[in-house]
């Protein structure tokens, strides 16, 4: 079944000339799928058209067979920046997505301190986001983005602005809490190597583009050891050669 379905996409900014064409993509329950390209390629654009964050002007997107114009409660967001608030400790910010709809519930507050506790944060509820670093703000994000249990969660280069030890650490963590929850993914990234470590599926995108998804065969769960294997060499090269076939 296709879960997230992006059917003939066209998108153009006001008054702008088109930077989506025609982008098709799918999505089966809880797989994981990697947008790569260079910068300035649309990646952020298709992103946000896939969670009705901005409208086509052409095609449609669906999520479980229902058109897709807004963003829905079956979502979730990690962007490039962790954009914590800096006033909330950082279990409430975990607890924000839920916070914002209401009171939370004693069964909730317990989920947000086991979702802290798996991204490595148990000692860290009460302190503030400044206090964190970088990698440690990361991992609340990504805790605040599975608060509410997505079926799909958006990501947009979340792992960017770490450092490369801190990246593969952050990335084994992410992967064995969507495997725990079957969350399905799809996430943008300009690192080959990020893409093929994480993704089910990667796709290519050039000049507004998408091109054929590369299915990635790697066992899972993804080892780091894995990293350093032909299998995944080969796969990191194979894209990086179709990458620059599309120039
Ligand atoms: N808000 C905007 N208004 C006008 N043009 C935009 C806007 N955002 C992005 N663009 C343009 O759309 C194209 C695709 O951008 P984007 O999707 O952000 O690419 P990527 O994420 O691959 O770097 C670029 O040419 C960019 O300059
Ligand atoms: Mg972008």
């Not at 069964?107 to 947000?112: C, I, M």
């Given at each position: 079944?296709?879960?997230?379905?992006?059917?003939?996409?066209h998108f153009a900014y006001p008054e702008r000339s088109e930077v989506v064409h025609?982008?098709?993509?799918?999505?089966?329950p809880g797989e994981i799928h990697g947008l790569i390209g260079r910068s300035g390629c649309g990646k952020t654009t298709v992103l946000k058209l896939a969670a009705g964050l901005?409208?086509?002007?052409?095609?449609?997107?669906q999520l479980k067979g229902e058109r897709v114009q807004q963003p829905t409660a079956e979502m979730g967001f990690v962007f490039q920046a962790p954009t914590l608030l800096n006033w909330l400790s950082v279990l409430d910010n975990v607890l924000l997505p839920l916070s914002l709809h209401g009171s939370v519930t004693d069964?909730?507050?317990?989920?947000?301190l086991a979702l802290l506790d798996q991204v490595g944060l148990s000692a860290h509820g009460h302190d503030k986001p400044h206090q964190l670093s970088g990698g440690q703000q990361s991992r609340v994000a990504i805790a605040r983005a599975l608060i509410t249990r997505p079926a799909v969660l958006f990501m947009d280069e979340p792992f960017a602005a770490l450092d490369a030890i801190t990246r593969e650490e952050l990335q084994r963590d992410f992967l064995a809490l969507c495997h725990a929850q079957g969350t399905a993914v799809l996430f943008v990234t300009h690192d080959i190597g990020e893409a093929v470590y994480l993704?089910?599926?990667?796709?290519?995108?050039?000049?507004?583009?998408l091109h054929a998804a590369c299915p990635i065969a790697l066992p899972r769960p993804r080892q780091t050891a894995m990293r350093y294997t032909p299998a995944f060499n080969?796969?990191?090269?194979?894209?990086?050669?179709?990458?620059?076939a599309t120039l």
């Open positions: 079944m296709n879960f997230l379905q992006l059917n003939g996409l025609d982008v098709c993509l799918q999505l089966a901005l409208a086509p002007q052409q095609g449609q997107v069964n909730q507050r317990a989920y947000g993704a089910d599926h990667v796709s290519l995108m050039h000049a507004g583009r080969a796969l990191c090269e194979q894209l990086r050669h179709t990458m620059d």
